[in-house]
């Protein structure tokens, strides 16, 4: 049984991020969604929300399940009995940002990060950018499940 660990904020889940979770679905026995939850940082939606929406977008994946974890994601892997993070990319910069990241992560427990490129039409997804975008009332729906955009919509309307 090969299981992997996909951690991110999903602030939202987009179809970026279910793209990658896919993927990773195809090449592990099981995969387990980290949902990062970090007191510290503000989020617009809350962590069992973010868990609630990915639990929702991943129904028909019966090989993922999704959970929250705080602290270091080795350690969340430690307990999961996980062998890889995978991680999208979607351009240079992100590997940048990753590649330390997961030589640290290797050099604290061996586990192995496992980089998928982004499918091409999700290259420039990314949570923070639909956030910007629908805040300023562009249309985003192409890039969410849409009860997801929904929820989006009605928070952003919730904080005006
Ligand atoms: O979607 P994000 O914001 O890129 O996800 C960030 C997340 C949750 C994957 C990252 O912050 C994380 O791994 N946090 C756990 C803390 C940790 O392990 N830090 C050391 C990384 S080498």
Do not use: W
């Amino acid at each position: 049984m090969k299981r992997a660990v996909c951690p991110g904020s999903f602030d939202p889940v987009t179809h970026g991020h279910l793209d990658v979770i896919g993927r990773a679905a195809a090449l592990f026995d099981e995969v387990v969604v980290a949902v990062g939850v970090n007191p510290s940082k503000s989020r617009l939606f809350g962590p069992e929300e973010r868990v609630d929406m990915i639990t929702r977008a991943v129904a028909d994946l019966p090989s993922v399940r999704v959970e929250g974890f705080t602290g270091l994601v080795t350690d969340f892997c430690r307990e999961q009995d996980a062998v890889a993070i995978v991680k999208g990319l979607r351009s240079s910069s992100d590997f940048d940002y990753e590649l330390p990241m997961a030589h640290m992560n290797t050099a604290l427990t061996q586990v192995e990060t496992v980089f998928l490129p982004t499918s091409t039409g999700q290259s420039f997804v990314s949570s923070s950018l639909v956030k910007e975008v629908a805040a300023f009332g562009g249309d985003v729906a192409a890039f969410l499940p849409g009860f997801v955009h929904e929820a989006l919509l009605a928070r952003l309307a919730e904080r005006r």
